[in-house]
């Protein structure tokens, strides 16, 4: 089946850095690519969605210009959160477009100390 | 996308068949019923989906009503490893850039010994 590579699965950074999550279509090639953001004990909530060599568009409320997300192939998508704080630890998942559905990475754990 | 709803909890008895409902009253005639889950800190994976017709995989069964207003998710030999978090969510199937998932609260199920 349509396989999603993330990673990291977990990252430490400190405040003010930047960090990069990549997420790979290993045996598909995905047109699309969605980035969701999980608090806990919360549901996952759409950030943007990523359309190859296009650029994304975000959802209502999620700066672009924190969250800087590149699709630069049809099985590469990358989030870079910039200037990371506190606040932005989370846990972040990206989803494929599939024949089927959708299939999902197995989440970046982020903290920002 | 239609909007779902689901019971906040659940629980059920290992070796038990689990059987989860979901109401999507406004369903249109092109969305289909998907079913994924979502175990501790990882990414959503996914179980079902069907249009109008029950559907059977090795993992569930999918029962959706004559009028589609509603469906069962059937986990029929329920074991410790499928307590997580069950998403239903109706979207438009295929690659579509316009079909994203929104994912609702879910139904917490909890597999008791």
């Known amino acids: 089946g349509a396989v999603v590579s993330q990673h990291p699965s977990r990252v430490i950074c400190k405040s003010g850095t930047s960090v990069k999550i990549e997420c790979r279509s290993l045996d598909f090639q995905a047109t699309t690519m969605f980035w969701y953001r999980q608090f806990p004990k919360q549901s996952l909530m759409l950030m943007a969605t990523?359309?190859?060599?296009?650029?994304?568009?975000?959802e209502q409320g999620v700066e672009k210009d924190k969250f800087l997300i590149n699709h630069a192939s049809l099985t590469l998508s990358t989030l870079t959160v910039t200037s990371a704080h506190p606040e932005d630890s989370s846990f972040y998942i990206c989803?494929?477009?599939?024949?089927?559905?959708?299939?999902f990475g197995s989440g970046t754990r982020l903290t920002v100390v | 996308d239609a909007k779902t709803t689901q019971p906040t909890s659940m629980d059920c008895a290992e070796g038990r068949a689990a059987n989860l409902p979901c109401n999507h009253s406004?369903?249109?005639?092109?969305?289909?019923v998907y079913w994924y889950r979502q175990i501790h800190s990882q990414g959503p994976q996914y179980i079902i989906h069907g249009l109008k017709n029950n559907e059977t995989n090795e993992m569930a069964s999918l029962i959706i009503t004559e009028d589609r207003k509603s469906s069962t998710l059937i986990l029929p030999h329920a074991t410790l490893r499928d307590t997580a978090v069950y998403y239903c969510?109706?979207?438009?199937?295929?690659?579509?850039?316009?079909?994203?998932?929104?994912f609702g609260s879910g139904t917490r199920l909890s597999i008791r010994p």
């Open positions: 990523s359309n190859e060599g296009s650029k994304a568009t975000y």
């Open positions: 989803g494929g477009s599939a024949d089927y559905g959708y299939t």
């Open positions: 969510i109706v979207r438009v199937a295929g690659r579509s850039s316009a079909s994203k998932i929104i």
């Open positions: 406004t369903i249109s005639g092109n969305e289909y």
